[in-house]
T-cell receptor, first 114, second 116 residues
Framework: DAGVTQSPTHLIKTRGQHVTLRCSPISGHKSVSWYQQVLGQGPQFIFQYYEKEERGRGNFPDRFSARQFPNYSSELNVNALLLGDSALYLC?????????????FGNGTRLTVT | AQKVTQAQTEISVVEKEDVTLDCVYETRDTTYYLFWYKQPPSGELVFLIRRNSFDEQNEISGRYSWNFQKSTSSFNFTITASQVVDSAVYFCALSEAEDYGQNFVFGPGTRLSVLP
C-alpha cells in the first residue's frame, strides 16, 4: 500500500506570494495533520482535519489555512509568504483522530521563500 | 514552555557501540502517550514506538529498547550494537488526552551519527 504522498517535493516562492501544498493520506486513513519543520528543529503542529472538519489548530497566523476533501486528501495554503515560512512541511495521516493514534508522515514539501 | 526536551543535540558513536537517547517531558495531564520517531536524510518521519502513561513496562524490539520512567518524566531510547543505517535524527513526542485531537509536541531531536 502507498504511504502518505505529498506534492510538490520542492518549491521556491517569493515573499508575498501564495502557495498550496497537497497531501494524500494512506488508504483508509481519515485523519490528516500538517506540521512545519524549520531546519534543526522538531516538527510543529499546524492543523488536524478529520472527516473534512478542523479538529485542531496550532499557534500559526491566519495566513495559514487548510481543508480536507471528501476523498480525505488535504491542502495547506499559505498566503503572503514571509522569509520565515521557509521550512519542510510535513503531512501525516492516521487511522483514528484521537491523541493515541500514531501519525504516519510523508516525505514533506520543502518550501524556500526568497 | 517546551514540553519535550532532548538534551543531546548530536551524538557520534562507532558501529557496534550501544547508545541511549534521552527524552524528558513535561505535562499536567494524567493521560498521555509518548512516541519515538526516526527521521533519516530522506526527510520522512518513521514511527518507532508509542507508550501510554499507564504502562511503565520497558519494551525491547530487536536492537531497540525503551525505558519509560514516570517518576522522572523520562522516556529513553537505547540502540544496542548500533549500525551505520541507524544514523538519523530521532524525535521524542508527547500527545496529551486533554488536547482535542492530535497535537503532537515534538522535542528538538537528537542527531545520531554511527561511524563505520
Amino acid at each position: 500500500d502507498a504511504g502518505v504522498t505529498q506534492s510538490p517535493t520542492h518549491l521556491i516562492k517569493t515573499r508575498g506570494q501564495h502557495v498550496t501544498l497537497r497531501c494524500s493520506p494512506i488508504s483508509g486513513h481519515k485523519s490528516v495533520s500538517w506540521y512545519q519543520q524549520v531546519l534543526g528543529q522538531g516538527p510543529q503542529f499546524i492543523f488536524q482535519y478529520y472527516e473534512k472538519e478542523e479538529r485542531g489548530r496550532g499557534n500559526f497566523p491566519d495566513r495559514f489555512s487548510a481543508r480536507q476533501f471528501p476523498n480525505y486528501s488535504s491542502e495547506l495554503n499559505v498566503n503572503a509568504l514571509l522569509l520565515g515560512d521557509s521550512a519542510l512541511y510535513l503531512c501525516a495521516s492516521s487511522l483514528a483522530k484521537a491523541y493515541n493514534s500514531p501519525l504516519h508522515f510523508g516525505n514533506g514539501t520543502r518550501l524556500t521563500v526568497t | 514552555a517546551q514540553k519535550v526536551t532532548q538534551a543531546q543535540t548530536e551524538i557520534s558513536v562507532v558501529e557496534k557501540e550501544d547508545v541511549t537517547l534521552d527524552c524528558v517531558y513535561e505535562t499536567r495531564d494524567t493521560t498521555y502517550y509518548l512516541f519515538w520517531y526516526k527521521q533519516p536524510p530522506s526527510g520522512e518521519l518513521v514511527f518507532l514506538i508509542r507508550r501510554n502513561s499507564f504502562d511503565e513496562q520497558n519494551e525491547i524490539s530487536g536492537r531497540y529498547s525503551w525505558n519509560f520512567q514516570k517518576s522522572t518524566s523520562s522516556f529513553n531510547f537505547t540502540i544496542t550494537a548500533s549500525q551505520v543505517v541507524d544514523s538519523a535524527v530521532y524525535f521524542c513526542a508527547l500527545s496529551e488526552a486533554e488536547d482535542y485531537g492530535q497535537n503532537f509536541v515534538f522535542g528538538p531531536g537528537t542527531r545520531l551519527s554511527v561511524l563505520p
